[in-house]
């Protein structure tokens, strides 16, 4: 059985250009002393801007039509990445869509919640319910209007979805065959799991020895379970989904959470001299509350020397830039 056999079985529904960039980052490597860097640029998917929501959403969207639904129903934060790629990938295969978001109606929408509103998204505003908590009401209510909704999870977090980042694994390895190009680490901004459980499974079925090191970027409410739990249990799940015999232990999963600041969605120094850096040394654009997070992260990884010139360490961009514009005044210096 080739590696990519169960994976050729998920139902894929085309929404972004794939392979996306694999490039290197030769001046901030140098800027930063440090390690060998590359960056994955997966906030070139194509799809309203792009970002990782892309390649979870081909599987989901997938599901969605071959099971003959008519709308899809996620929700998120305000400025979510993945509601915009979500509200972008319904129009895109014919779909109407419903978003549950966090907050209330601004008087002006900005960032992602422009995109979503011109993108004809139907929105619920949620006040504290940030991570889709009114998604069963609002399948409800459809179901009893006679339509055929499609709930997609938050953060697109599920078997399906994860599939999308597992692919994406098989999709790197062979950028890095055609570079001769081997890599010790692989860093990301890690926040609903699917991203760093499709990884996971990715790399064990595609043979990928780097580290996977998701950074942790949402502390998660008291009580919740740990987030390596969340990701472990949606690994292997997945490993089920596709049929691969294996069972990830707790120990297989690499989760980074020194770097939590104030909270979801807070900007800090961390964030700021990340985002600003990058930009300059590379005219790349982080976003201020997941990669701009997730780099503040390898930055001080570097200082730490938990990354060394020894490595060669892969930035897996996430996407998220369209948050930038009402985050403005949290990025410009204070003083
Ligand atoms: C959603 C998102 C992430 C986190 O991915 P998960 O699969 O939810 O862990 C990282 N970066 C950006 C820009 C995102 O929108």
Same mark, same amino acid.
């Given at each position: 059985?080739?590696?990519?056999?169960?994976?050729?079985? =998920?139902?894929?529904?085309?929404?972004?250009?794939?392979?996306?960039?694999?490039?290197?980052?030769?001046?901030?490597?140098?800027?930063?002393?440090?390690?060998?860097?590359?960056?994955?640029?997966?906030?070139?998917?194509?799809?309203?801007?792009?970002?990782?929501?892309?390649?979870?959403?081909? *599987?989901?969207?997938?599901?969605?039509?071959?099971?003959?639904?008519?709308?899809?129903?996620?929700?998120?934060?305000?400025?979510?990445?993945?509601?915009?790629?979500?509200?972008?990938?319904?129009?895109?295969? !014919?779909?109407?869509?419903?978003?549950?978001?966090?907050?209330?109606?601004?008087?002006?929408?900005?960032?992602?919640?422009?995109?979503?509103?011109?993108?004809?998204?139907?929105?619920?505003?949620?006040?504290?319910?940030?991570?889709?908590?009114?998604?069963?009401?609002?399948?409800?209510?459809?179901?009893?209007?006679?339509?055929?909704? *499609?709930?997609?999870?938050?953060?697109?977090?599920?078997?399906?979805?994860?599939?999308?980042?597992?692919?994406?694994?098989?999709?790197?390895?062979?950028?890095?065959?055609?570079?001769?190009?081997?890599?010790?680490?692989?860093?990301?901004?890690?926040?609903? !799991?699917?991203?760093?459980?499709?990884?996971?499974?990715?790399?064990?079925?595609?043979?990928?020895?780097?580290?996977?090191?998701?950074?942790?970027?949402?502390?998660?409410?008291?009580?919740?379970?740990?987030?390596? &739990?969340?990701?472990?249990?949606?690994?292997?799940?997945?490993?089920?989904?596709?049929?691969?015999?294996?069972?990830?232990?707790?120990?297989?999963?690499?989760?980074?959470?020194?770097?939590?600041?104030?909270?979801?969605?807070?900007?800090?120094?961390?964030?700021?001299?990340?985002?600003?850096?990058?930009?300059? &040394?590379?005219?790349?654009?982080?976003?201020?509350? *997941?990669?701009?997070?997730?780099?503040?992260?390898?930055?001080?990884?570097?200082?730490?020397?938990?990354?060394?010139?020894?490595?060669?360490?892969?930035?897996?961009?996430?996407? !998220?830039?369209?948050?930038?514009?009402? *985050?403005? =005044?949290?990025?410009?210096?204070?003083?």
């Amino acid at each position: 059985m080739s590696p990519d056999h169960s994976l050729s079985q =998920a139902r894929r529904f085309s929404l972004g250009f794939f392979p996306t960039p694999l490039v290197e980052m030769k001046r901030l490597s140098a800027e930063l002393g440090g390690p060998r860097l590359f960056i994955k640029r997966d906030d070139q998917t194509g799809l309203a801007f792009g970002g990782n929501k892309t390649r979870k959403l081909e *599987y989901l969207v997938g599901e969605a039509l071959a099971k003959g639904c008519d709308t899809l129903v996620s929700g998120g934060a305000a400025q979510s990445n993945h509601c915009r790629q979500t509200a972008a990938a319904a129009c895109a295969a !014919g779909l109407g869509c419903h978003l549950a978001l966090g907050g209330e109606a601004p008087d002006v929408p900005e960032g992602n919640l422009l995109l979503d509103t011109l993108l004809g998204a139907e929105i619920h505003w949620g006040g504290p319910h940030r991570k889709g908590e009114q998604i069963p009401d609002i399948v409800n209510q459809l179901v009893s209007e006679g339509k055929h909704p *499609y709930r997609v999870p938050y953060g697109g977090s599920n078997t399906t979805g994860a599939v999308g980042f597992v692919a994406a694994m098989g999709e790197l390895k062979a950028q890095l065959t055609q570079l001769q190009q081997s890599l010790t680490h692989i860093l990301f901004a890690s926040s609903s !799991g699917g991203t760093q459980a499709g990884l996971l499974v990715g790399a064990r079925l595609f043979g990928m020895g780097a580290k996977v090191i998701g950074i942790g970027i949402d502390k998660g409410e008291a009580g919740d379970d740990p987030f390596e &739990t969340h990701v472990q249990a949606l690994a292997n799940a997945t490993v089920r989904h596709l049929g691969i015999a294996h069972h990830f232990s707790a120990t297989d999963v690499i989760v980074e959470n020194d770097f939590l600041g104030d909270g979801y969605g807070k900007v800090g120094e961390l964030e700021r001299r990340a985002v600003t850096l990058t930009a300059r &040394t590379e005219g790349i654009l982080l976003d201020p509350v *997941y990669t701009g997070r997730a780099m503040g992260a390898l930055m001080a990884m570097i200082e730490s020397q938990q990354l060394t010139r020894a490595d060669t360490v892969l930035f897996w961009h996430t996407g !998220g830039a369209p948050a930038l514009f009402p *985050y403005a =005044a949290d990025l410009i210096a204070p003083g």
